[in-house]
């Protein structure tokens, strides 16, 4: 290898060569639709070479964890000091470079599909809505068909922008590295959902991801300002590497609430991870944000971008957890994640039953899922959540493209039948598997992985894991875990059904087609990672099978710990696992394989009725969080400050000096301005007319006649100088 | 009196004798010509000053190149070449009159100065040098910026000169 | 020896001269010439100056004003002149007294 293609020079190539795809593409590139895509899939491409390459390294460097691969450049000169910026590579980078590279080389790819690139123009398509589809005429008569996104160009801009971003946050080697990836997600996240600008749903949904973001982000920034201030730098190494820094950290009082340094550091940056997380009570943004193009929900809000939430406090995880070791209480900003994350595992995978939307139920379930992965933190499974946040965003992924695949197939057929329909209402589906069967197959993997279907799907193994880890440590997150695990199960059921068997409840489901090959392959290789991946994390006490393993993740991850994590030998997790697995699956299926029609009430809405309708409606969180926080902001900006503040004390003030100022200026113009100033201006005027037409007499405009003047004045002045300083 | 004495009585009985007739020349060739004389005049009293590089530049600068340029104006202008008739203002008299008043006053002024006795020192060698003036004018602590400032302006005037001398395409039409 | 006074009182009539030609001159390129003369005479008195009373080291005071001055003279001379051709061309002559459009 070549010093030149060292790892550590790869590294700084992988987010570098996406954001020059951003900056050719806005500036240069954007006219061409075919040039746009090839910047962006080959950046893309390289990327995705270039970590491999450097997550194949990292796996045969014997102690990656205690000597990371760094690289640093001086960057900002700070008072006395340098700031140093660089980039790292140790375990946790490299198994999250590896699910970050794949699923988003396979999103751009998935991406020129899904906007119907090589369709003809709409002629109704204006920027800012989604294309509307276009008349061609073909064998003689006229045919509807999708037609390609005005904006094609822009969105590789911009998810191009967000791969850079992505990278960044993963291979810096400092929190401010990190913080700004994440928020130039956030921006990118922004831009994207609110892609379509012409909808007001999707310019809602935007500026709400950002401020209910921005939240965690302002509170995050808090945690990074005192760990600078009280460490002097941010460097992971430095920070989370040094034994001496995490027990002055975790033994120094903070002045807030008894809490160390380290707890309330900790908290600050979980803080950051519920709003990027998406977790309660900061989760109410990511369902909303599905109003952006299938794609930016598989990447930005599935697999990438919410798992940099995951990542933030994986890589703190000494920090957070410092001074705690396995039987040991639990440290404050554990016992925040377990509890925060086991509740929106829970609370999470309940809205998701209740939703109609195929990309909502999708929303609900990766909040959920995120859940699982703050909670394993929360009660110190490291590696088990790592883990899980490695095949999540796989079959997360798969899952959305796979949705909006379906979503392609079926307003392909609403074109075909001239039906005006919701084409992302499930209910509007069914019998879709024999129209769409690739869609079909790989979103099935997709589905079981989610649920957990044992020991062939990746989501078994990594929700085992959790399990597992959650059974040892604490009895109530492990049965919120395992009650959402049920449900996440049912819903995968239920969605499967609703959309696949059984018969089509829409004429538009009666014509779906399968998507175009772009589309179709990126769900087979996620379909693949999604069966697969989980093989490398299988544990050494599972039966029979964990002879033949060698838990090599778990060990590899593991290593970033400085202490060891005992696996439970129960196997109380194992049966619950496959219990609530098999069951939920089985319940689903039995209770939603009969819905005959789009108009149907739904089988548990028939049950419980008003209480469906509560989980159904989220929880009316959205509501009580308008009656909380936005009616009375509202009310006060309406009432108090301008009705009230505004109107009477601030205009009436305003008024009075006003008035004040109206009598003082006629009194003036009257008694002053009139009679004396004008007086005075005028006579000036007229005196400075008539010796003016006096005067220009003198001006012959001849030079040397002037010259001659000059002269005169000259000797004049010359005399009396002379005869004065004689 | 001396012989430097008697140098520059001659001198200056030239270039002020040739002055007036530059001034007073009916015909601007001529005038320009007397000029020239004049011109050479003041070199040598330069030279009599011993700064005899100014003497050369004098020769080479007034009469090699600004006389010149004055009788190529004079040549362009037609009228001025060809005009004979008098060539001074009507009431040129006034001011002879008060020029002549004001160079008595001068003069006056000059002789009751006390210092206008002063003997010069003989000049010491290095004062003449033209290395000791070139490194003063490219001296940053000199006179760098005046020298800069200089050739900026001689640029100007170059573009200058060339842009307000050229015939535009409009009036050549007319 | 020559006295300092004399070469002051030749640059005195020089500029008187030239002051002369300046106001009385009808013909521009007259007035340029009387112009000339009287930079000269300012010439004459610096270098006079220096020589009597500023010569030594490292006085080069009135050298550069010198050197400077012809730099000036120079500049002053090419634009008068191209001045002088611009206006002739307009109005086929360079008599001052007809060149009074700023008249009051």
Request: charged share 10%; glycine share 8%; net charge positive.
């Amino acid at each position: 290898m070549s010093t030149f293609l060292s790892t550590a020079n790869l590294l700084w190539f992988i987010p570098l060569v996406p954001f020059a795809a951003f900056v050719i593409i806005s500036v240069a590139a954007f006219r061409s639709r075919s040039l746009s895509h090839s910047l962006a899939l080959g950046a893309a491409g390289l990327s995705f070479i270039a970590s491999m390459i450097v997550v194949w390294n990292g796996l045969h460097l014997p102690g990656l964890a205690q000597n990371p691969v760094i690289s640093q450049i001086p960057w900002l000169p700070a008072g006395n000091s340098t700031f140093m910026f660089g980039v790292q590579l140790d375990p946790l980078t490299v198994v999250t470079l590896a699910f970050v590279a794949i699923t988003i080389l396979m999103i751009f790819i998935y991406s020129v599909g899904y906007h119907n690139f090589g369709a003809p123009v709409g002629k109704e398509d204006i920027p800012g809505l989604p294309p509307k589809g276009a008349e061609v005429k073909r064998d003689g008569h006229v045919e509807k068909v999708p037609s390609v996104e005005p904006m094609y160009a822009r969105f590789f801009a911009l998810i191009s922008l967000f791969a850079f971003a992505m990278f960044l946050l993963v291979v810096t080697d400092n929190l401010l590295g990190l913080y700004i990836g994440w928020e130039i997600m956030g921006l990118c996240s922004y831009l994207l959902i609110g892609f379509w600008y012409g909808r007001e749903s999707a310019r809602k949904a935007a500026i709400k991801a950002f401020i209910v973001t921005r939240i965690g982000d302002v509170i995050m920034l808090l945690g990074l300002a005192a760990l600078y201030a009280l460490t002097g730098t941010l460097n992971y190494q430095q920070i989370l590497a040094s034994p001496q820094t995490l027990s002055m950290l975790s033994t120094t009082a903070s002045p807030v609430a008894g809490l160390s340094w380290a707890g309330l550091i900790g908290l600050l940056l979980f803080a950051g991870t519920i709003g990027k997380s998406a977790q309660f009570p900061l989760h109410v943004w990511l369902p909303d944000a599905m109003e952006g193009p299938t794609p930016v929900s598989a990447m930005i809000h599935a697999a990438t971008m919410v798992s940099a939430g995951v990542y933030l406090v994986a890589r703190f995880f000494p920090l957070i957890s410092a001074g705690w070791q396995p039987g040991l209480p639990l440290t404050t900003p554990m016992l925040a994640m377990a509890a925060i994350g086991a509740f929106t595992a829970l609370f999470a995978a309940s809205i998701a039953v209740t939703q109609n939307d195929i990309k909502r139920v999708l929303a609900y379930s990766t909040i959920s899922q995120l859940g699982y992965m703050v909670a394993a933190l929360g009660v110190g499974a490291y590696s088990a959540a790592v883990f899980h946040l490695f095949t999540h965003a796989f079959f997360k992924a798969l899952l959305f493209l796979a949705a909006g695949s379906v979503i392609h197939g079926m307003e392909h057929g609403a074109f075909h039948s001239k039906q005006e329909l919701d084409t992302q209402d499930m209910r509007n589906m069914g019998g879709l598997r024999k129209k769409m069967p690739l869609t079909f197959w790989t979103f099935l993997a997709g589905g079981l992985a989610l649920s957990g279907f044992p020991l062939i799907t990746a989501g078994f193994w990594s929700k085992d894991a959790i399990l597992a880890g959650a059974f040892s440590e604490s009895a109530v997150v492990f049965i919120a875990l395992a009650l959402a695990a049920l449900l996440t199960a049912f819903y995968s059921a239920r969605q499967i059904t609703l959309v696949f068997l059984g018969k089509p409840r829409s004429k538009a489901a009666e014509h779906g087609i399968e998507s175009k090959a772009t589309m179709t392959a990126p769900l087979v290789v996620l379909g693949l990672f999604a069966i697969g991946i989980g093989w490398i994390g299988i544990p050494q006490t599972f039966p029979v099978l964990g002879k033949l393993s060698t838990d090599w993740f778990a060990t590899f991850t593991g290593s970033m710990l400085s202490f060891e994590v005992s696996e439970g030998v129960s196997s109380v997790p194992l049966v619950t696992s496959l219990i609530v697995a098999l069951g939920g699956l089985l319940l689903g299926w039995l209770v939603y394989r009969k819905v005959r029609s789009a108009k149907a009430e739904d089988v548990l809405e028939a049950a419980f009725g008003s209480a469906y309708r509560f989980v159904q409606k989220k929880y009316m969180l959205d509501e009580l969080y308008d009656l909380l926080f936005i009616r009375p902001a509202a009310w006060i900006a309406d009432v108090f400050v301008s009705k009230w503040m505004d109107l009477v004390i601030i205009d009436g003030i305003i008024n009075g000096i006003g008035k004040l100022g109206l009598w003082f200026g006629y009194v003036l113009r009257n008694w002053f301005d009139l009679p004396v100033v004008n007086g005075a201006a005028d006579g000036i005027a007229g005196g400075t007319r008539k010796s003016g037409s006096f005067i220009r007499k003198l001006e012959t405009g001849r030079v040397q006649q002037y010259m001659a003047g000059a002269l005169a004045g000259l000797a004049i002045l010359f005399i009396i100088l002379y005869s004065v300083f004689k | 009196m001396s012989a430097g004495q008697v140098i520059f009585l001659l001198v200056g009985a030239v270039t002020l004798g040739s002055g007036i007739a530059a001034v007073n020349a009916r015909k601007m060739l001529h005038a320009a010509l007397w000029l020239v004389l004049s011109l050479l005049g003041v070199a040598f009293i330069f030279a009599l000053l011993e700064a005899s590089f100014f003497a050369v530049v004098q020769v080479l600068v007034y009469i090699g190149a600004i006389a010149i340029l004055i009788i190529f104006a004079v040549m362009l202008s037609r009228s001025s070449l060809t005009d004979e008739g008098t060539q001074t203002n009507p009431r040129w008299w006034l001011a002879a009159l008060g020029l002549l008043i004001l160079f008595v006053g001068i003069c006056a002024a000059i002789l009751l100065w006390p210092k206008v006795t002063s003997i010069p020192a003989p000049l010491p060698a290095s004062a003449t040098d033209l290395a000791t003036l070139g490194k003063e004018l490219v001296n940053p602590n000199g006179y760098l910026v005046p020298f800069e400032l200089s050739s900026i302006l001689l640029l100007a005037t170059l573009v200058g000169a060339i842009y307000t001398a050229v015939e535009k395409k409009e009036e050549i039409k007319k | 020896m020559i006295p300092l006074s004399w070469y002051l009182i030749l640059a005195a009539a020089l500029m008187g001269i030239g002051l002369y030609g300046v106001i009385t001159r009808k013909n521009l390129v007259g007035a340029l010439i009387g112009l000339e003369l009287m930079l000269n005479s300012v010439n004459i008195n610096l270098l006079a100056f220096w020589r009597y009373l500023h010569y030594a080291q490292p006085e080069m005071d009135g050298l550069v004003f010198v050197a400077l001055a012809f730099v000036v003279a120079a500049a002053e001379t090419a634009v008068g002149l191209a001045l002088i051709i611009s206006a002739y061309r307009s109005r086929k002559t360079v008599d001052v007294n007809e060149m009074n459009l700023l008249k009051g």
